[in-house]
Structures are given as C-alpha cells and as structure tokens.
C-alpha cells in the first residue's frame, strides 16, 4: 500500500524553525519527483518546492527562497524540509507530493505549520 506520512508541523514564534518530515512506502521504485506545497487559509495550494529524480537539486518559490532546504534520506525513505527564519505568512497546511516517474502522484495528508508572536 502506497503511503505518505508526514510529521513535523506544530506552532512556532516568527523567526523560529521547523522541520517537516515526510515518510513514505509502499512504492516499487525510486524514480520519483519529490515536491512540497503549502496552502493557506482562503488560497490556493502553492508549490514551495520540487526536488529532481536524485534528490541534487531542489528549486525553491521566490518567497523561501534562502530560508527553506529539501533533503533525502534514502535509507530511511524520508524527506525533509527544513524551514528556518519562519514568518507570519509562512502559516499554511504543508503536503509532500510524490510523483512516480512515468506514474501516478500521491499526497501527503497534510501537516499544520502556524507561525505567530
């Protein structure tokens, strides 16, 4: 069974940091895009950002840009985004995005990051 789990997400002071976790199994292969979107209260679901096949390069949205990092764990199936400098409009839902190659997409069920003084 193909699964996605995320953890990690939690209330934080502007400022502060969080990293997000997201485990996954279940999946016959390793050739996927690996990507994390957030949306926030009365918004659309934006990209924030989208990891390559071997996890080398990651692009980022302008507005993290500097303050985020996506990283792999292969052994332990994981993907991490480090967020650190939060501000107030970081606050959103957070989703890992698994896209097999040639394949189908999965969600994460979602993780809760509010940031507030």
């Known amino acids: 069974q193909v699964q996605l789990v995320e953890s990690g997400g939690g209330l934080v002071q502007p400022g502060g940091s969080l990293r997000l976790s997201c485990a996954h199994s279940?999946?016959?292969?390793?050739?996927?895009?690996m990507s994390w979107y957030r949306q926030a209260p009365g918004k659309e679901r934006e990209l924030v950002a989208s990891?390559?096949?071997?996890?080398?390069?990651?692009s980022y949205a302008d507005s993290v840009k500097g303050r985020f990092t996506a990283s792999r764990d292969n052994a332990k199936k994981t993907e991490y985004l480090q967020m650190n400098s939060l501000k107030l409009e970081d606050t959103a839902i957070y989703y890992c995005?698994?896209?097999?190659?040639?394949?189908?997409?999965?969600w994460g069920q979602g993780t809760q990051v509010t940031v507030s003084s």
């Open positions: 279940g999946f016959l292969t390793s050739s996927y895009f």
């Open positions: 995005y698994l896209r097999v190659i040639g394949g189908l997409g999965y």
């Open positions: 990891t390559t096949r071997d996890g080398s390069t990651t």
